[in-house]
């Protein structure tokens, strides 16, 4: 199964990885309806299944506008949307009212939409390769190994809900997509001065 992935070296290429996964994460989540009694295999499939999806996107020879409008509607249809939106948003969200984060719902979907989706074209010619999925508590991971042209494997954990059976988070090499993200939000909140409203409005624009 092959899949275009976004990488870099060490810490200063870590958005790039991101850029890849939280695309991959973003987008994959996805691949699911909701269902009760998840399981292994169907954890393990949705991630295949996933990695199939995106990768047909990618190499669908669209431009980029219309690979990015399919990006999002496979994250809109499929991603556990607004829980991936509260964890990124993390304690800045608790003061939020439920317009305000139904609106940072809507504008992070967009920005990471473009964010990640911009990057996948870039890296053709890359595999992940799914090695093993096991149950831990209330979800499951599935373990994968990302191959990219002329760099070294590194491991992807994707997270996958039990409750749901969407994908929830993302782990590179041991560091979580949705806390990285969060970082990233949070500096982008302190930036504004703590202003949401000013923040949402700018994410509609960014990416």
């Known amino acids: 199964m092959t899949f275009m992935i976004s990488m870099t070296k060490a810490m200063n290429s870590l958005p790039n990885r991101r850029g890849f996964m939280i695309g991959c994460a973003a987008s994959v989540a996805m691949i699911s309806t909701p269902v009760q009694a998840f399981s292994t295999n169907k954890a393990e ?50 003061t939020a009212s439920a317009d305000q984060k139904s609106a940072f719902e809507k504008a992070f979907q967009t920005y990471i939409s473009r964010k990640y989706g911009r990057r996948f074209r870039e890296f053709i010619g890359g595999r992940v390769v799914v090695n093993d999925t096991k149950a831990v508590k209330s979800y499951y991971e599935v373990t994968t190994t990302a191959h990219l042209q002329g ?31 969060r970082t990233e939000v949070g500096a982008m909140l302190d930036k504004r001065r703590g202003d949401l409203d000013k923040l949402i409005a700018d994410l509609k624009t960014m990416g």
Not at 47 to 67: H, L, P, Q, R, Y
Not at 158 to 181: Q, T, Y
């Open 45 to 94: 499939a949705l991630i295949g299944s996933a990695v199939d999806a995106i990768n047909s996107i990618i190499n669908s020879g669209a431009s980029e506008a219309t690979m990015l409008r399919k990006f999002e509607s496979v994250f809109t249809d499929y991603a556990d949307v607004k829980r991936i939106a509260q964890l990124v948003l993390g304690p800045d969200g608790r």
């Open 151 to 181: 760099e070294a494997p590194f491991s992807v954990v994707f997270v996958v809900a039990d409750s749901n059976g969407r994908f929830i988070d993302m782990k590179i090499e041991g560091i979580s997509l949705i806390k990285a993200e």
